[in-house]
């Protein structure tokens, strides 16, 4: 990285030219920002971005916030350093916001301005937090003096071209004998002097709109000329990252996103307090398959990946708050395809009825805007270069190349901004780098501040033109990536699932960035397979095994669980497929057998699916019954507090229990035993009391004491002689106060039974503190706990040592009692089958061989087979008779039916006979 020699900060004097000028440490001076001409730099030098920052040891991150809106806001007044004002709900709600955007951030510091407005959003994103407020008075607000409290008509009345000089040359404005804008510069200087030197890695920062611009503009080196062209809105974050030079020295300084705000950045149409009609939108294209496979995504031709597509229509959609003239992108396939995600969303949005004609959204290919050729050839290892700040790791001739073809895409942009009063919005859709250079351009920096800004894949900057293309730009933010929150931070969580490294979090820390570059990951968040290279600066890829990108391994594991799927599928139709061909192919004499068999594998799968049914069900019942029986014993610790208000000092442990016994802690028929711990100082007054009694008594849910024991105690002491000798020899831990003589207490103070009735429900355990015949004082108690333990009687305990034994015994006897539920249930049903099919079996032998076994001619074989009809016919309606009995459970009276039965058949028989 190219490092220039530090130059001395411009003189207050030279600090505002006028007419878009801005100073330089020589006498020459250049076009500002967005100018349409612009003429070469001169060769002089100029600081270095944080040349006036002192050093630091570690990487430190610092994430600025302005104060939600206060009620001046809303007011339209001037506020200045002024404490008049408040939040407002809706900045405690833009507050609130920013404290949910903000909660996964660790910071160790809060530094805040004394002002309520900004105290207030301090202590709404800071709550939950440990650590205090740290408030800083120079990072109150700008101090306007006489303009402080008027409305903004009222300042144009009253003071005129004064006013007129706040609103065009702040930098040279004065009033009351002040520079406000360099003075505010003065402060912010020192307090990046006291927030670096905090150890924290990573500070918050709550303060105002002025101040905070102006800590973002000294921390590049930038002078009092750029007072509102980087914006901050209403809680909007600025996050800047600080790395230590291995060679001591000022940090290198990076501008990791600008004003990222809870609201949208594209919603509002005003700039500074001045309305807009020219707007240019950097759009960075989104991820392709070379940047999850190197650290700088969409080298080549390569297309956007499943989460470049999901970023490009997340842009898309965020882009539907404003109407989109024209889109130029570059001609690489990863723009072109984000370009027109965003033109179709763009000409569909209007177009809501059955009649509408789609708007037409003008795109264009800009070759300016393509990086391919300055980033191909002859660059370093991508292991160099980190999150932040990443194009500083690349070769200064890349560098150059990148630079000067910036220079004809920045002016391409702006002959598209018409020169009037007509509304237009542009979008440029390209790589991050190409854009770093183009909001450099847009400020009138120099090459060497490229590195000094961070744009992610899918992120867009905003830049508003109030006074046209031939006037200054507005950066009103910068990195915004709020909208690519939802379906691309979960593909995010999805490619990182498959390699367990620890993900980059969206405001991580240089250190920690650093930290996942030596296990190859990239900054844009993907992982890249590619270790850091060693200190020599040779490479140790040759040395590693290269691993494929998250991309690549996603592709291949939907691909086979694809196959996975088509195998699964396969290996169960095809056999399906055989056995119904095979079936089709056989004769048809055999297929009511292959029906019988079917019927009965369909009867044994069922019987065996509700016999794993049964036993489930049993299991479950076994283990709730046997929970229901067994009891385990309950222990209750509590410490007690002594009312010495009382002539006799008591203490009560409430055990439950209502009226009526119910919700009682101690179970029924337990032996409760009741023992206390004492802990008695070593005191002048213990020491004199000498013997007292503990009375201890269990009251039943009813007030009625069930069961008391008094137990005698004695304090014992060391005399006098023994003490003082022992203080003598401990006089240093006694000085310092590390030890002093207490004295405990482990008495058994009640025992008796838990009884069923509610008079025999243990509702309050009470203790009291009793004097002896012949003492009046009681003793004083540092700390005193009771201990309510209960204990099974002998058939419980039983029963609890073999609950394990019980719940196999109760599970098999309900087992046992389902299957012969089932069986009786079931039994005359396949009784009644059976014997139906035997009868049919039977009845079709005898009437074959009885029709088959004489001469149809004769008057005797007649008679036979008139009878064996009439019978067989008797047989088969009872038969059905009894059937439907058994099914149906009805009570139908067999005799009868049998009469009838056999009457129509005769009947049947005689008309059968006598037809002619």
């Known amino acids: 990285m190219l490092q220039l020699a530090p130059t001395p900060r411009p003189s207050p004097a030279a600090a505002a030219p006028p007419a878009r000028r801005r100073p330089r440490p020589s006498t020459s001076a250049c076009v500002c920002c967005s100018s349409v001409h612009e003429p070469e730099r001169s060769p002089?030098?100029?600081?270095?971005?944080?040349?006036?920052?002192?050093?630091?040891?570690?990487?430190?991150?610092?994430?600025l916030v302005r104060h939600g809106q206060s009620t001046w806001n809303a007011?339209?007044?001037?506020?200045?350093?002024?404490?008049?004002?408040?939040?407002?709900?809706?900045?405690?709600s833009q507050a609130e916001t920013s404290r949910q955007m903000l909660l996964s951030d660790s910071f160790d510091a809060c530094f805040t301005s004394p002002l309520a407005r900004s105290r207030r959003t301090a202590e709404i994103i800071w709550q939950g937090r440990d650590d205090d407020l740290i408030p800083d008075s120079d990072l109150r607000e700008i101090d306007l003096y006489s303009f402080q409290g008027l409305l903004k008509h009222e300042g144009k009345e009253r003071y005129g071209l004064l006013y007129r000089q706040w609103q065009k040359n702040a930098a040279n404005f004065s009033i009351d004998g002040h520079y406000p804008v360099q003075e505010l510069w003065g402060r912010a200087q020192s307090c990046w002097e006291r927030i670096l030197a905090h150890q924290g890695k990573s500070v918050l920062v709550v303060a105002h709109n002025a101040v905070n611009q102006a800590l973002v503009a000294t921390s590049l080196g930038l002078g009092a000329e750029y007072f509102r062209i980087l914006l901050q809105s209403n809680c909007g974050a600025s996050v800047l990252d600080f790395t230590p030079?291995?060679?001591?020295?000022?940090?290198?300084?990076?501008?990791?996103?600008?004003?990222?705000?809870?609201?949208?950045?594209v919603s509002g149409g005003s700039s500074a307090g001045r309305k807009t009609s020219k707007r240019i939108i950097l759009a960075c294209q989104g991820a392709t398959q070379s940047s999850s496979e190197i650290s700088l995504g969409g080298m080549g031709y390569a297309p956007l990946n499943m989460l470049g597509t999901i970023q490009s229509q997340k842009t898309a959609e965020l882009l539907l708050d404003l109407k989109v003239n024209s889109i130029i992108c570059s001609p690489q396939v990863a723009a072109v395809d984000t370009a027109t995600v965003i033109c179709e969303v763009q000409e569909a949005a209007d177009c809501l009825g059955a009649d509408c004609v789609p708007r037409y959204v003008e795109t264009k290919r800009l070759m300016e805007l393509e990086i391919e050729d300055a980033f191909q050839a002859k660059q370093k290892s991508f292991g160099e270069i980190v999150q932040s700040g990443w194009l500083g790791g690349m070769e200064y001739k890349l560098l150059e190349r990148l630079w000067s073809q910036s220079k004809d895409a920045w002016q391409a942009l702006l002959n598209e901004l018409p020169d009037d009063t007509?509304?237009?919005?542009?979008?440029?859709?390209?790589?991050?780098?190409?854009?770093?250079?183009?909001i450099c351009r847009c400020l009138d920096l120099p090459m060497e501040y490229m590195s000094s800004f961070h744009l992610d894949d899918g992120s867009i900057s905003v830049i508003d033109f109030p006074d046209g293309p031939i006037g200054r730009g507005i950066i009103r933010c910068t990195n915004y990536t709020a909208h690519l929150v939802g379906k691309a931070k979960e593909l995010h969580v999805l490619l990182h699932a498959l390699h367990p490294v620890e993900p980059l979090m969206e405001y991580s820390t240089p250190h920690q960035v650093s930290r996942y570059q030596q296990h190859g990951y990239s900054g844009d968040g993907l992982y890249t397979g590619r270790p850091r290279s060693s200190a020599s600066g040779e490479s140790d890829d040759d040395a590693l095994l290269f691993l494929a990108a998250p991309a690549g391994w996603l592709i291949r594991l939907l691909a086979f669980l694809g196959e996975l799927v088509a195998s699964a599928i396969l290996s169960l139709v095809?056999?399906?497929?055989?056995?119904?061909?095979?079936?089709?192919?056989l004769p048809a004499a055999v297929a009511p057998s292959l029906r019988r068999a079917a019927r009965g594998l369909l009867a044994a799968a069922c019987t065996f699916v509700a016999l794993v049914a049964a036993l489930l069900v049993s299991v479950l019942l076994g283990f709730v019954l046997v929970r229901h029986w067994v009891e385990d014993p309950v222990t209750v610790r509590q410490q007690l507090f002594f009312?010495?208000?009382?002539?006799?000092?008591?203490?009560?442990?409430?055990?439950?229990?209502?009226?009526?016994?119910?919700?009682?802690?101690?179970?029924?028929?337990?032996?409760?035993?009741?023992?206390?711990a004492l802990?008695?100082?070593d005191s002048y007054h213990n020491r004199e009391v000498g013997m007292f009694q503990i009375k201890a008594e269990a009251v039943s849910v009813t007030g009625i004491t069930m069961a008391s024991a008094t137990q005698p105690y004695m304090l014992r002491y060391k005399s006098t002689?023994?003490?003082?000798?022992?203080?003598?020899?401990?006089?240093?831990?006694?000085?310092?106060?590390?030890?002093?003589?207490?004295?405990?207490?482990?008495?058994?103070?009640?025992?008796?039974?838990?009884?069923?009735?509610?008079?025999?429900?243990?509702?309050?355990?009470?203790?009291?503190?009793?004097?002896?015949?012949?003492?009046?004082?009681?003793?004083?108690?540092?700390?005193?706990?009771?201990?309510?333990q209960t204990a099974l009687p002998w058939s419980k305990s039983l029963a609890r040592g073999l609950k394990w034994t019980l719940c196999v015994w109760v599970s098999s006897s309900v087992y046992v009692a389902l299957i012969v539920l089932a069986v009786c249930w079931a039994r005359p049903l396949v009784v009644s089958a059976r014997n139906r099919r035997l009868s049919e079996i039977q009845a079709d032998g005898k009437m074959a061989s009885g029709l088959g076994s004489g001469d149809i001619g004769e008057s005797s074989s007649k008679e036979v087979s008139e009878d064996f009809a009439v019978k067989w016919r008797e047989r088969r309606s009872k038969r059905k008779a009894q059937f439907r009995t058994r099914l149906h459970g009805g009570s139908m009276d067999l005799e009868s039916t049998e009469g009838s039965t056999s009457s129509v058949a005769v009947v049947e028989t005689s008309e059968a006979m006598n037809d002619p």
Do not use: W
């Not at 002089?44 to 991150?61: F, H, I």
């Not at 007011?75 to 405690?92: V, W």
């Not at 229990?657 to 023992?675: D, M, N, Y």
């Open 679 to 681: 802990l008695f100082p």
């Open 574 to 585: 095809f056999p399906v497929a055989a056995l119904v061909g095979a079936l089709r192919a």
């Open 721 to 788: 002689h023994v003490r003082l000798a022992q203080s003598a020899l401990l006089c240093v831990p006694l000085t310092l106060g590390i030890r002093s003589e207490t004295q405990a207490a482990s008495l058994k103070v009640l025992q008796y039974r838990e009884g069923h009735g509610r008079h025999r429900r243990t509702g309050v355990i009470r203790v009291l503190l009793q004097p002896r015949a012949a003492t009046v004082q009681l003793p004083q108690v540092y700390r005193a706990e009771v201990v309510v």
């Open 422 to 438: 007509s509304e237009r919005v542009l979008v440029a859709v390209g790589h991050p780098a190409i854009h770093l250079a183009l």
């Open 44 to 63: 002089s030098p100029r600081p270095r971005p944080g040349a006036s920052l002192p050093p630091l040891r570690e990487a430190k991150r610092v994430v």
């Open 643 to 676: 009312d010495y208000t009382e002539a006799q000092p008591s203490a009560a442990v409430v055990l439950g229990g209502g009226a009526r016994g119910a919700g009682a802690v101690l179970p029924a028929g337990h032996s409760v035993r009741v023992s206390m």
């Open 245 to 265: 030079q291995t060679s001591g020295g000022p940090p290198n300084v990076c501008l990791n996103r600008l004003n990222q705000t809870p609201n949208s950045p």
């Open 75 to 92: 007011e339209g007044r001037i506020q200045g350093s002024s404490d008049l004002s408040a939040l407002t709900p809706k900045g405690e």
